[in-house]
Every structure is written in C-alpha cells, then in structure tokens.
C-alpha cells in the first residue's frame, strides 16, 4: 500500500476553507510564546539573562526569592523572562505581553532595552507607565557587600519596604 498520493491544491484549500481563529492584523497578539517563570500577580517582571539555564540557574534563583521576601514579595508575585542570546521578546513586547509596574533588570545592558546606553547601575527609571532598575547581575550582587547595600537601599524605595 503506497502513501504516496498528493491531493490537489484546489482541493486542500477547499478542506481547510474555514479557520478556527483568524488573528487578522491584530498587531497585540505576540508572534510567538514569551516563557516565563511565576505568575505575574502583582506585575513586577524580572529581566535576567542565563545561557544554562531555561530561567534561572537554582543557586541564583535561590538569591533572588530571599531579596523578593525581604521586599515582602514571592515567586507568584513576579514574572521572570531569561533574554538569553536565543530568540527572546523585545522590550516592547514584554511590556506588552506583562504589562508591568516594576521591571528588574539584572545584567541587561540599557540599549536592549531601548534606552540610553549612559543609564547607570542601580538606577530608577520612571515612565508613566513603569519603574525600570538596572542592576548588575545578581551573582556580582551576591558577593560584593557594598553593591548589595547599595542595590538594598534602592529596592527599599522602590517597594516601600
């Protein structure tokens, strides 16, 4: 018995005349699934940046949920997106995808955001929309105390805490 049988064109458009969802030219439907870790309640997303891990390697995941508890926030509370060298969201698209109040970006460089590349470290950038802060990454945060000081007092403002 041979599978080799091809239906005409006519045909298949025939069988496949009706679709089951038409986007159209709907601009706000992302082209493809932004993966994330949490979920996003109090929207606050986390912009880190891993090549070994899906999200974030366990030991830095660790460091970062103790900083959200000091900051009286949990997992559930955020939504992390890892924008690794592969294909990742744009900025655009995670704010539309999230809608966030707060975005934590830890060793993202401003002009993969879209902003200006002379924005510091550790600070705050308000839009009427959203607070940004850029840090460093969160293993260089880990091991040198002053940094940590200084990004804790930031955090302290920034969630009233």
């Given amino acids: 018995m041979s599978f080799d049988n091809h239906l005409p064109p006519p045909l298949i458009c025939d069988l496949y005349r009706n679709v089951l969802y038409d986007i159209g030219s709907n601009s706000n439907v992302p082209k493809f699934s932004i993966p994330y870790l949490g979920d996003n309640k109090k929207k606050i997303t986390i912009i880190v940046r891993y090549t070994d891990a899906p999200f974030i390697p366990d030991k830095q995941l660790q460091f970062l949920l103790d900083i959200l508890s ?87 403002k920034l969630f009233d805490v």
Avoid: G
């Fill in 70 to 156: 000091a900051c009286k926030l949990m997992l559930e509370d955020v939504a992390i997106v890892n924008h690794h060298a592969e294909r990742t969201a744009t900025f655009n698209e995670l704010l539309s995808k999230f809608s966030p109040e707060i975005i934590l970006a830890f060793a993202i460089q401003p002009r993969e955001l879209m902003l200006q590349s002379d924005v510091l470290d550790l600070s705050v950038i308000q839009t009427t929309n959203y607070k940004l802060l850029i840090s460093p990454a969160l293993d260089d945060l880990e091991t040198d105390i002053p940094l940590k000081k200084q990004f804790w007092s930031v955090l302290r």
